[in-house]
């Protein structure tokens, strides 16, 4: 089933350094940016991330330091990445928790505040969790019917997240909803405040905390009571858009 968009939608996946959405960076980047009318626009970039690709993390995507030396580097590409982002919804394979957060992380090294307030995110590993919980080469197998070659390449799996969506929607026409505002609740998990979902909402749309200590309780009440934990998290080795965020959180309390 096609897609029916009222945005354009990207879908795109990263391959990085590492895991840590505040430490690591991209060292390549796929997407297939898909129009209302069905037109694709596809592009892949290697990315030279200016620090070590270890040689763990080289072994999983076959990406080394020598592949990329000669490749922009992601502040060279930024503005232009920005541009072709702009007014999209965005979709991925764990992007709500992984992708997005170190795409954001990226923009905001280079100065840009990349704002994604109004954009729908769609991350099929949820919808695919809540409906079957498996990973992206079982779900391609399971609702493509076909083994994914060249997995963990941006390309390949980007091109496997877009298939394994639109089968989805054949397959559970009675649960989801050929629409990109339902897919973007459907899949998520958490409504973050933040996109590494530190912060999120609880049930009365209040800021709480989501991990640590101060996990469940409310954002001002604990900046109110304990000011020496906004200092923790601003030296902490958090993500620079949760230190925004909590900033945000931190300045409205202030002066209300």
């Not at 060279?76 to 920005?82: D, F, G, H, R, T």
């Not at 590993?125 to 076909?146: D, F, P, S, V, W």
């Not at 304990?226 to 620079?240: K, R, T």
Request: hydrophobic letters at 35%; proline letters at 3%.
């Amino acid at each position: 089933m096609k897609l029916k968009l009222k945005n354009p939608i990207v879908f795109f996946d990263l391959e990085t350094t590492g895991v840590d959405v505040a430490k690591d960076r991209i060292v390549e980047l796929c997407y297939i940016k898909v129009f209302p009318n069905g037109n694709e626009e596809s592009k892949n970039m290697r990315i030279n991330p200016t620090v070590h690709i270890p040689e763990n993390t080289t072994a999983i995507h076959g990406i080394s330091d020598e592949d990329v030396k000669d490749c922009p580097t992601f502040a060279q590409i930024a503005k232009s990445l920005q541009q072709t982002l702009e007014g999209c919804d965005l979709a991925g394979f764990n992007s709500n928790r992984f992708d997005i957060p170190l795409l954001v992380e990226e923009f905001l090294r280079c100065g840009i505040d990349f704002d994604l307030t109004k954009r729908k995110f769609v991350d099929v590993q949820n919808i695919y969790h809540k409906l079957e919980q498996r990973t992206l080469i079982a779900a391609y197998k399971y609702y493509c019917g076909k083994d994914l070659e060249n997995a963990h390449s941006a390309d390949a799996d980007t091109r496997a997240t877009l298939e394994v969506l639109e089968a989805q929607l054949d397959k559970y026409p009675e649960v989801l909803k050929n629409d990109i505002e339902f897919l973007d609740e459907f899949s998520k998990m958490n409504k973050n405040v933040d996109f590494a979902g530190r912060i999120i909402y609880n049930e009365n749309g209040e800021e709480i905390f989501n991990f640590g200590k101060h996990k469940g309780k409310l954002v001002k009440e604990v900046l109110k009571k304990e000011p020496s934990f906004y200092n923790w998290m601003m030296m902490g080795d958090f993500a620079l858009n949760t230190k925004q965020v909590l900033t945000k959180i931190r300045l409205r309390e202030q002066y209300k």
